[in-house]
């Protein structure tokens, strides 16, 4: 599975992004799917992630009710907005990919939040 990020950016404080992940490659195998994020310093966390399934929809504390992941399986498209943004969800933002006995990784895009 072939994964690549897009929308990344300089926003400042309360302004929004929306995130693009593009999935290619054997996409019918993907379980699950969703957003880390790396910020300077510090380990990769968990952002959101969504099952390919029923669509069920997992959020890190620090972005709910901000945050909304979408999935477009027509597309092959996956999204995060990212609303009301603050300095410290500036990072690099990784979109992922599950299949049975393999997690896919995007090359990243970074979003930074200028206070």
């Known amino acids: 599975v072939h994964l690549v990020e897009s929308g990344g950016g300089l926003v400042q404080a309360g302004g929004s992004l929306r995130l693009s992940c593009e999935v290619s490659?054997?996409?019918?195998?993907?379980?699950?799917m969703g957003w880390y994020r790396q910020a300077p310093g510090k380990q990769r966390e968990l952002v959101a992630s969504?099952?390919?399934?029923?669509?069920?929809?997992y959020y890190a504390d620090s972005v709910k009710g901000r945050f909304t992941i979408s999935r477009d399986n027509g597309e092959l498209m996956m999204y995060l907005q990212m609303n009301s943004l603050k300095p410290e969800d500036t990072g690099v933002y990784y979109c992922?990919?599950?299949?049975?006995?393999?997690?896919?990784w995007g090359p990243g895009t970074q979003v930074t939040v200028s206070s």
């Open positions: 992922y990919a599950v299949r049975v006995g393999y997690r896919d």
């Open positions: 969504i099952g390919i399934g029923a669509g069920t929809t």
């Open positions: 490659g054997s996409t019918l195998s993907i379980i699950s």
